[in-house]
């Protein structure tokens, strides 16, 4: 029997990549699997990838040494009950100025250069704390002069990154992690409110608010999704409008059937050199939820 962990993910701004790259980090206008994936493995103080001294012994239940090995399998499913706001933030890293530490005036003599008629007053607290205007962060490319054999730094200059980073704004997504085996599912559960690390959604500047893990529910997800009513919203909301105000639901399906189309974000690793995702599949359909269904009683 199928057993489904309905989770809540809402906060003020929450981000989740699908196609991020350099200067230009999108968010999808959804939870990803992959996304969720890592929030539990987060919570249950999962490593990010395989441990060299578990294999055989295992750090997964079938003794692969694979820290995901009893996520992936989870049929994921996701309810936009509220899909927020896409807000973009211009933003900026580096220029301006910078303190200049004792340890600069050693490995850019430029910098001392240039500082040297203040530094006679640079006495006790005082001292490393002066500032050069249009300089970011600490020397970088330190190499040897090849006139003086001084340890200066190839950049004594740099101007700021300038960055475009999308968020959702104000959403609530009701998250289904589908399984037969129901004491995984609580184990999940009790990690999600008891983490072994921090969470975020999607990324670390957006943490989650109130309560995550609500219940695990016998069914299908698509079944659960019917039975339980709308979260409440993060922010007052005007009344929905148009002539379907259901919310939309993404399915999971373990193969490919009329009406699926394949996604790119079923988590194989989360690998230091860089995360490795393969496809699956899933569906779009409408959700006609229950009229009679509780409200919610949730920390918001």
């Known amino acids: 029997m199928s057993h489904v962990l309905l989770v809540r993910l809402a906060a003020p701004l929450q981000s989740w990549g699908v196609a991020s790259r350099f200067l230009r980090r999108d968010t999808h206008t959804r939870p990803t699997k992959s ?13 990010r990838g395989p441990d060299p001294r578990a294999q055989g012994a295992g750090s997964a239940k079938d003794g692969s040494g694979d820290p995901l090995a009893e996520l992936t399998p989870l049929l994921f499913g ?19 100025r910078y303190p200049l530490r004792p340890r600069d005036l050693v490995t850019d003599h430029r910098r001392a250069a240039a500082l040297a008629p203040v530094l006679e007053s640079a006495e006790g607290a ?5 500032e050069l205007d249009d300089w970011y962060g600490a020397p970088k490319k330190i190499a040897a002069d090849p006139r003086s054999g001084t340890l200066v730094s ?24 589908q399984h037969h085996d129901r004491a995984l599912l609580e184990r999940i559960a009790h990690a999600l409110e008891h983490p072994a690390r921090l969470l975020w959604l999607g990324r670390k500047s957006c943490p989650p608010s109130g309560q995550i893990a609500l219940d695990v529910r016998p069914g299908t997800l698509a079944d ?19 002539d379907d105000d259901r919310p939309w639901a993404w399915l999971e399906s373990r193969r490919p059937v009329p009406g699926t ?28 939820v229950d009229p009679h269904a509780p409200a919610w009683d949730i920390v918001p």
Not at 36 to 46: D, E
Not at 81 to 88: A, I, L, M, S, Y
Not at 278 to 287: D, F, N, Q
Request: some cysteine; proline content about 10%; hydrophobic content about 45%.
């Open 35 to 47: 996304g969720v994936i890592g929030l539990c493995a987060a919570a249950l103080g999962l490593p």
């Open 78 to 96: 996701v309810r936009a009950d509220h899909p927020g706001k896409p807000v973009r933030d211009y933003h900026t890293v580096g220029a301006g």
């Open 126 to 130: 005082a001292f490393g704390h002066h």
């Open 154 to 177: 190839a950049e004594p200059r740099r101007n700021a990154l300038i960055t475009e980073r999308w968020y959702l704004a104000d959403a609530a997504f009701l998250v289904g992690l």
């Open 224 to 242: 659960v999704f019917a039975s339980v009513a709308l979260l409440p919203a993060f922010t007052e909301l005007p009344p929905r409008t148009g």
């Open 261 to 288: 189309g394949p996604v790119l974000d079923q988590p194989v690793h989360f690998g230091a050199m860089g995360p490795q995702h393969a496809p699956r599949w899933e569906t779009r359909i409408r959700v006609t």
